[in-house]
């Protein structure tokens, strides 16, 4: 009788989870739609149909997954409290930042924009369980397709719109380099993208065997590089170097010099190759020489005075999560009479709805704390799962640590957390490398390592 009655519980923890497979597939569907969805009747022909997938797509899959769970827990489904205390960090402060934001909104002066910001905000944190879910497991491969797969059509797009031979949509563009946006609408997203599906696709490639497919995946790699050049993107092509860098690092340690000194010297040929890439360094160089850091920093400098200027009027809950466009021009004027100076834009009619660093937008919108919170959840993430990247040499493990720096480097100076096209694989892989960091490493690579 003992016996049967632990064959039933293996044979019901072995079930299907339907919940996690339907999860997984409306998942794919976020990635892949969050990159190719468009709507030229809209008003924001781009970005409102991205998000409304986004939505519509995380709500679904977040249902799937959680209420319409089957088969049981998975026998290595690990607590949520365990791991090194890294891990157990992180989840703390990820949810008093999160309770933060909501507090920001509450005090808002512009309540009802912010609210109904975080409001988003909120669907989108629960990327992060989705990672860390049986979801995620069970349709890694799906996922990784779907996002590869769209990023490849994007790439191709923009690579035929940089020799004018596509034209899918009538754009009113500043400067020819903003003209090569494919299905992403803008090319500072698609180039961050194309950097996580760069490191992505070297991570699958370097860790892979048999020459088909090993072949298909170098082809991809040189896809997206292409794109990357053609899109003359500084952020992402540095974003795209710190992710190699750290993959390299992982899996090669010592022996990573070379090919690590190969990237970099590709890059530069890049430079010198590509006209449009050459001209474009040889004016950061130009400004450089003349100390023109509005030119070198691409004009960003007005939005981070901006961003200054907000928190130091509102050190403590910021001026809510959504505000920023709102209050840009009067903070950015205040900041030039406390400067000095002017700072210059482009065009004297343009605006910034973001400060072009993830980091220091949750200062200005949540507040000084808020944002030391989440920088100091990040480096727990990092921490954690770095430490079980480097102790097992695992795969898995060294491609989520190097997608994450990959995107850590570019919200530096611009934004992939607030745009779904990037922040839904990124809040994914945060959400996977939270879970696979409580893993106690296999006996094989504990012994290697």
């Known amino acids: ?179 090569t946006g494919a299905y992403a609408g803008n090319v500072g997203y698609l180039a961050l993208t194309l950097a996580l599906a760069f490191v992505l696709t070297m991570g699958i490639l370097v860790t892979s065997r048999g020459a088909v497919r090993r072949a298909g995946f170098a082809a991809a790699l040189v896809l997206f590089a292409a794109a990357l050049v053609v899109n003359q993107n500084l952020t992402a092509i540095t974003s795209t170097l710190a992710g190699t860098a750290v993959l390299l690092a992982v899996l090669y340690r010592r022996r990573a010099a070379l090919p690590m000194a190969g990237a970099v010297l590709a890059a530069a040929l890049a430079v010198v190759v590509y006209p449009p890439l050459r001209q474009r360094a040889g004016e950061l160089s130009n400004a450089a020489r003349h100390g023109n850091w509005d030119a070198i920093v691409s004009f960003r400098g007005g939005a981070w005075a901006a961003a200054a200027e907000m928190a130091r009027e509102r050190p403590w809950t910021g001026y809510g999560p959504g505000t920023y466009g709102a209050e840009y021009v009067p903070h950015r004027l205040a900041a030039e009479i406390r400067a000095g100076r002017r700072f210059a834009t482009p065009l004297i009619t343009s605006s910034y709805a973001e400060t072009h660093c993830d980091y220091l937008q949750v200062i200005s919108d949540a507040g000084v704390p808020a944002g030391v919170i989440v920088i100091a959840a990040v480096t727990c993430l990092f921490r954690a799962i770095g430490a079980a990247a480097w102790r097992r040499r695992s795969p898995e493990t060294a491609v989520l640590l190097a997608v994450l720096a990959a995107g850590a480097t570019g919200a530096l100076t611009w934004f992939p957390l607030q745009r779904p096209i990037t922040a839904v694989p990124l809040l994914l892989a945060a959400g996977r490398a939270w879970r696979v960091s409580a893993d106690p490493p296999p006996e094989s690579n504990g012994a290697e390592a």
């Open 1 to 179: 009788m003992a016996k049967k009655r632990r064959k039933t519980r293996t044979a019901a923890r072995r079930a299907p989870d339907v919940g996690a497979i339907a999860g997984a597939a409306a998942l794919a569907g976020v990635l892949a739609g969050t990159a190719l969805v468009v709507d030229t009747a809209a008003a924001a022909a781009f970005d409102a149909p991205k998000r409304l997938t986004a939505m519509l797509g995380i709500g679904l899959a977040f249902v799937f997954t959680f209420a319409l769970r089957t088969g049981g827990g998975r026998p290595n489904d690990p607590p949520w409290a365990a791991g090194p205390a890294a891990r157990r960090a992180a989840l703390a402060l990820a949810a008093a930042a999160l309770l933060l934001a909501f507090v920001s909104a509450l005090a808002s002066p512009r309540r009802n924009v912010s609210l109904d910001a975080m409001r988003s905000v909120a669907v989108y944190a629960l990327l992060l369980p989705l990672g860390a879910s049986g979801a995620v497991e069970l349709g890694e491969r799906w996922l990784a397709g779907a996002f590869l797969a769209a990023t490849s059509v994007n790439a191709v797009v923009s690579i035929l719109q940089s020799r004018d031979l596509v034209h899918p949509f009538a754009l009113v563009t500043f400067g020819a380099r903003q003209e």
